[in-house]
């Protein structure tokens, strides 16, 4: 096989694995109206914004709900993520940016910042804060 080939291949099989739990690719965040947030921020620089708190509602529907549940109520395939805690902030960004990789099987994607900018990866987390644990 060409270098190209098995190149194309290997991207293959990974697309294919990240997928694998669900048929909808992840989908692009609009974040307009938030500013951009730097790779070296590792606490939550928009909590209590609203207008990051409406972005996030929609981007964690867009791609994450397939898993976590709609309102965040997990159904049990992935955690709960209503129990995050205040100063999760760093964690949530190394889980979301590294997904869920064990001995090759992919229990959560990783999300990259063309996806999930920074923006909106705390976006999200200001959305989640906003939720209570549990009804
Ligand atoms: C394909 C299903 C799937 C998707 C989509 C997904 N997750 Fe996950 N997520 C999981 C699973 C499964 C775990 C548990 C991973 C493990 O076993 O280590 C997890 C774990 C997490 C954790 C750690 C929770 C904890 O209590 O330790 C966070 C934070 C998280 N996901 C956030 C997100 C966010 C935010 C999104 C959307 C951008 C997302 N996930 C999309 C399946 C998914």
Redesign the pocket.
Known sequence: MSIIKKTTCVLLTVTTLAFS??DMAPQKVDTQGLPEVKDDVFKNPFSGNKLAIEVGATA?NQ??A???GLEAKSGG???D?R??TDGDDEY?LG??RGG?VRNGNV???P?PDDI?PNSALWA?YSWLETLPEED
């Open positions: 739990h669900g964690f791609n994450c397939r898993c976590h395939i992935a955690p993520l129990l995050l949530f889980m979301v869920a229990y959560m994607p999300f999930i999200i």
